[in-house]
């Protein structure tokens, strides 16, 4: 069993930027791919961002893509979520995720954090 959890979400202006981090609690954790989603208040929970087991590919929403990166770190047994120039349509609570198959659908992950709130004021 594979705990996340989630941190650096925070209140942030239009323009600037914040990094999200996602901790493993287990090293089974580098076999799986890996994920990033959203939930606005509202709006069903959303696809962000993805990126291989082995790191090598990533694949982002067409929302996010040129201003969000992805990016794991095996040793530290952690993911990343770089966020720049935010607008306030990015405002949502940001999930992590892991799972065999990944990618861009729920259904691709088997186990998912506990959320952290992102909030960006224009």
């Known amino acids: 069993q594979v705990q996340l959890v989630e941190s650096g979400g925070g209140l942030v202006q239009a323009g600037g930027s914040l990094r999200l981090s996602c901790a493993a609690s287990?090293?089974?954790?580098?076999?799986?791919?890996l994920g990033w989603f959203r939930q606005a208040p509202g709006k069903e929970r959303e696809f962000v961002a993805a990126?291989?087991?082995?790191?090598?590919?990533?694949y982002y929403a067409d929302s996010v893509k040129g201003r969000f990166t992805i990016s794991r770190v095996y040793a530290e047994m952690s993911m990343y979520l770089q966020m720049n120039n935010l607008k306030p349509e990015d405002t949502a609570v940001y999930y992590c995720?892991?799972?065999?198959?990944?990618?861009?659908?729920?259904?691709?992950?088997?186990?998912w954090g506990q959320g952290t709130q992102v909030t960006v004021s224009s």
């Open positions: 995720a892991a799972g065999i198959a990944g990618w861009n659908r729920d259904e691709g992950y088997d186990y």
């Open positions: 287990e090293r089974t954790f580098i076999k799986y791919a």
């Open positions: 990126i291989s087991w082995s790191g090598g590919t990533t």
